[in-house]
């Protein structure tokens, strides 16, 4: 159903332009001459063949090779090459199946992971049986050019290495579905930008993680993995937990090379660096950590054999945000650690409570619990978080926070700072008197001001609760424990700030709506219904927003 609230047509030049910055972080950093290339028809396992131009180096090889495969087109070869071709390395850029001059189909990465198809694999066959490549050949790019990395990473062990920007590791937890709920802005506005409805089709098809998914799960093949790699997110990026999962697969489950040497830089990006990422104004250091010349020295390394100390250096490179008003406040730095989580913390539970408060300590069980009406032809209005297309980033939600159909908490204002680096989750025990229905939340840090500034966001679809394989619905009057999980963060709250927590049942368009009917999706046509939902708080009930404290 296309909803008249929401046209992704309109959000298509500001996704595009989203993407293309991902896409363009590793280009040279001088403008150089186009060097010359010449386009080869490379053939894949099933015939179809795919537009690819190569750049040699001077003296022709035999060299090692950097391969870009691109949904967008390959017109990046001439800015891409050269930071590559003076270190005697060759540049390869490719038009992904069914796009630009490449033949086939596009059918929305089906062909670049191990399955039938297996584009990237044999992609990178082909370079290694050139005369002028030795057999080491690393991939690289951003965004939709960084999935195609990740998912054939598990299909052929001849990725010599790989840098990896803003991509997730699974296409269904990551990408299309979140908490078993279609990501609705992303997805329609993206696809429709690419002209690919059947993938939308095809997508929507399969709202519960089956075997169709699990083709698309590298995080779950990441010990087929060979390749070493770095891997760049950022913690407002729509992507940005699968970034912290491709990580920690590969770094600990990965086939040798790729197992324990995997590096990862977080920093406090959307799909991008930007350093006004909503209603806030980021320190100057936001970007001080150049992704762009650590791939390159990463690549020397693996490629060239250059000793330059960077296996040397912490596997770990993260911003820890602060308080973005008071330049003297803790955190708004860079820190580096061996792994991720960086070290251990102490998963402590903020109590939801009747009157709206936030506490350490549980309180007396409230009578009947917290009741709010859901109703999807009228949902809370998506203002910032780890969205694509529709006004992504770090807003403050006083406009939407008020209304009835959202349940605000808060903690006192804090007597000394508090640093939390790791996952969030939010635990609630709920009801509903509807087939199904969704549960929301948002951690907020609230300026003392009275900005209620969003960090993460998450939803959760009740029938899923106990996993996406197989809906279990909740009966009407029955009481179910549910966990929404809000990806990870660190941040440090400021003394004077309080830990705010808004629920809801719908976040829209970042995520479709549920016409709490038990379907996936709100049918044309059909009526939606008004779903009374409750949290419950108390011994019996400890509703909690779950931090990872620091020590």
């Excluded at 630009?100 to 082909?126: N, Q, Y």
């Excluded at 991008?272 to 100057?284: I, M, S, Y």
């Amino acid at each position: 159903m296309t909803d008249s609230r929401y046209r992704p047509e309109l959000c298509r030049l500001p996704g595009l332009l989203l993407l293309a910055l991902s896409a363009a972080v590793l280009a040279a950093e001088e403008p150089a001459p186009a060097p010359p290339s010449t386009v080869v028809l490379v053939p894949m396992r099933d015939g179809v063949r795919l537009a690819t131009e190569i750049y040699l180096p001077d003296g022709g090889g035999p060299c090692p090779v950097v391969l870009a495969r691109s949904v967008y087109g390959r017109t990046f070869g001439p800015q891409w090459g050269p930071a590559w071709l003076e270190k005697g390395i060759a540049f390869a850029a490719q038009d992904c199946r069914g796009r630009g001059d490449s033949e086939g189909t596009d059918l929305g990465f089906l062909a670049d992971g191990w399955g039938e198809a297996r584009d990237g694999a044999d992609t990178v066959a082909w370079l290694r049986a050139q005369p002028w490549c030795n057999g080491k050949i690393a991939t690289l790019g951003g965004s939709a050019l960084g999935i195609v990395q990740i998912l054939a990473a598990p299909s052929t062990p001849w990725i010599t290495c790989q840098s990896i920007v803003v991509a997730p590791a699974s296409l269904y937890g990551n990408v299309t579905y979140q908490g078993g709920v279609f990501r609705k802005e992303m997805m329609e506005g993206w696809l429709a930008a690419q002209k690919l409805p059947h993938v939308l089709e095809l997508w929507k098809a399969h709202p519960g993680y089956d075997a169709f998914w699990r083709g698309f799960d590298a995080e779950r093949a990441a010990d087929r993995v060979t390749a070493p790699a770095v891997h760049v997110g950022g913690w407002w990026d729509c992507f940005g937990q699968g970034t912290l999962e491709a990580f920690m697969s590969r770094q600990h489950e990965g086939a040798p090379p790729a197992r324990g040497n995997q590096k990862l830089i977080m920093g406090p990006w959307l799909h991008g660096p930007k350093r006004e990422p909503g209603d806030v104004t980021l320190a100057e250091n936001f970007d001080a950590v150049d992704f762009n010349k650590y791939t390159q020295r990463f690549f020397r390394y693996w490629l060239l054999g250059e000793q330059n100390g960077i296996m040397d250096e912490p596997a770990v490179q993260y911003y820890t945000v602060g308080d973005l008003s008071d330049p003297n406040a803790p955190g708004n730095e860079w820190r580096t650690a061996s792994d991720w989580p960086p070290f251990a913390t102490e998963s402590t539970p903020f109590y939801l409570n009747p009157d709206g408060s936030l506490h350490a300590e549980q309180v007396a069980d409230s009578s009947g619990g917290l009741t709010f009406m859901y109703d999807p032809a009228n949902p809370v209005p998506s203002l910032g978080g780890a969205t694509l297309l529709h006004k992504p980033g770090v807003y403050d939600q006083r406009p939407v926070s008020g209304r009835p159909d959202v349940l605000k908490f808060a903690t006192a204002p804090l007597s000394a700072p508090l640093e939390i680096t790791g996952r969030v989750t939010v635990r609630l025990y709920v009801s509903t008197d509807a087939r199904d229905t969704d549960f929301t939340a948002k951690l907020l840090d609230i300026y003392p001001d009275g900005r209620e500034i969003l960090m993460l966001d998450g939803i959760q679809r009740l029938k899923f609760r106990h996993g996406c394989e197989m809906p279990d619905y909740l009966l009407p009057g029955e009481i179910a424990e549910v966990e929404i999980d809000l990806w990870s963060i660190s941040l440090i709250f400021n003394a004077g700030h309080r830990i705010g927590l808004h629920v809801s049942s719908s976040n829209f368009p970042r995520f479709e709506v549920n016409p709490n009917t038990g379907k996936d999706f709100p049918v044309e046509g059909e009526p939606l219904a008004v779903a009374a939902n409750t949290v419950y708080t108390g011994v019996r009930h400890p509703s909690a927003l779950i931090l990872p404290v620091a020590p």
